[in-house]
């Protein structure tokens, strides 16, 4: 199985492009928001998935790892496949796909191509619960932005703290995110921290929102 692709970029079309890694041509599928940032004869590392079916083997391409993260996430989905999912991942970046998800904003999950209200909804309330973890578990230079790669947080233990680095990794500097979390976990009661990471995090947003 191929994992990763390091090569120069032959070409590039609509949904697909063409990786030379030493003089072989891999065609990878890839989000419009991936193939929009591959420039002919550049050099590029992605992150590949490989989807093999009786009839074809097929590579999916990402820039950062998250993004193969999301890409395997959202397929876990009844009634997202490859297709689809890539369609979510050219209309949201990963944090802005990470926003609807918490705040359950079936609208914006919806703007993708092929994704209606229903399907919408279902990613929404599906992923809610996984959400927080995989973003946890992003670690900064994995996106391919500088601006979604904020620097690392050193908070107290517990979950509020677990929300300020998410929020953090999200994009909002420390001490909007420290202030942010303050705000919703004393508007939760005294006991915010023994309350799970997503609920925090998603009145949080709610917060920002406002």
């Given amino acids: 199985m ?14 697909n492009a063409i990786i030379d890694v030493n003089g072989v041509g891999y065609l990878v599928q890839a989000s419009s928001a991936t193939l929009a940032r591959l420039t002919h004869g550049a050099s590029v590392a992605l992150h590949i998935e490989t989807k093999v079916s009786e009839d074809a083997i097929r590579l999916y391409g990402f820039l950062a790892a998250e993004e193969r993260e999301w890409f395997r996430l959202l397929q876990s989905v009844q009634g997202v496949g490859a297709r689809v999912a890539l369609s979510v991942l050219s209309a949201l970046k990963p944090n802005e796909l990470h926003r609807a998800i918490v705040l359950g904003d079936k609208g914006a999950i919806g703007r ?16 809610k619960e996984k959400a927080p973890a995989i973003l946890l578990a992003r670690t900064p230079g994995e996106i391919g932005d500088a601006e979604d790669a904020p620097m690392p947080v050193h908070a107290p233990n517990g979950v509020e703290a677990d929300a300020i680095a998410a929020l953090v990794k999200l ?5 909007v995110a420290s202030e942010t979390v303050a705000r919703a976990a004393a508007g939760m009661g005294p006991n915010a921290d023994a309350l799970p990471l997503d609920a925090l995090l998603r009145e949080s947003l709610r917060q920002l929102a406002r």
């Fill in 112 to 127: 993708a191509q092929g994704v209606g209200p229903k399907l919408a909804q279902r990613i929404a309330a599906e992923l």
């Fill in 171 to 175: 994009g909002y500097s420390q001490m």
């Fill in 2 to 15: 191929i994992g990763k692709l390091t090569g120069k970029v032959d070409s590039v079309s609509v949904d």
